[in-house]
C-alpha cells in the first residue's frame, strides 16, 4: 500500500504563483508516472501533467507554458510549480502515481486532494 500526501494549496491572486507538493511513502513500491489532476466544483476531473519515471512531461493545454512538473525520485515527491494562474484554475488538485509492488502488481494510487483557489 502507498499513501500520498499533497501539501502546498491555497489562496492566491490572479497572476500569482502557488507551489503543490505531493510525498508518497509506503513499503516495497517503485514509482513509475506521477501526475496530477483537478476537479472544480460541478466539473469531471480532468488530467493536468504526468512526468514519467524516465523524465518525461506532458501537460494539458490549457496549462502549458504556465505549470512546471518535476519529480525528486530520493524523496518519492512530485511537485507542481503554477504560475500566471487564472481564475479558472481554481479546483481541488490531486496527486496521483503509478505503482509497481512487483512485476506484475501494477496500481494507481491518489492523493486526497488540496484545494487552490485563485481569486482577488
Known amino acids: 500500500q502507498v499513501q500520498l500526501v499533497e501539501s502546498g494549496g491555497g489562496l492566491v491572486q490572479p497572476g500569482g504563483s502557488l507551489g503543490l507538493s505531493c510525498a508518497a511513502s509506503?513499503?516495497?513500491?517503485?514509482?513509475?508516472?506521477m501526475g496530477w489532476y483537478r476537479q472544480a466544483p460541478g466539473k469531471q476531473r480532468e488530467w493536468v501533467a504526468t512526468i514519467t519515471g524516465s523524465g518525461t512531461i506532458n501537460f494539458a493545454v490549457f496549462v502549458k507554458g504556465r505549470f512546471t512538473i518535476s519529480r525528486d525520485d530520493a524523496k518519492n515527491t512530485v511537485y507542481l510549480q503554477m504560475n500566471s494562474l487564472k481564475p479558472e484554475d481554481t479546483a481541488v488538485y490531486y496527486c496521483?502515481?503509478?505503482?509497481?509492488?512487483?512485476?506484475?502488481?501494477?496500481?494507481?494510487?491518489w492523493g486526497q486532494g488540496t484545494q487552490v483557489t485563485v481569486s482577488s
Open positions: 496521483n502515481a503509478g505503482v509497481y509492488h512487483s512485476d506484475l502488481d501494477f496500481k494507481s494510487y
Open positions: 509506503g513499503s516495497r513500491f517503485i514509482i513509475n508516472t
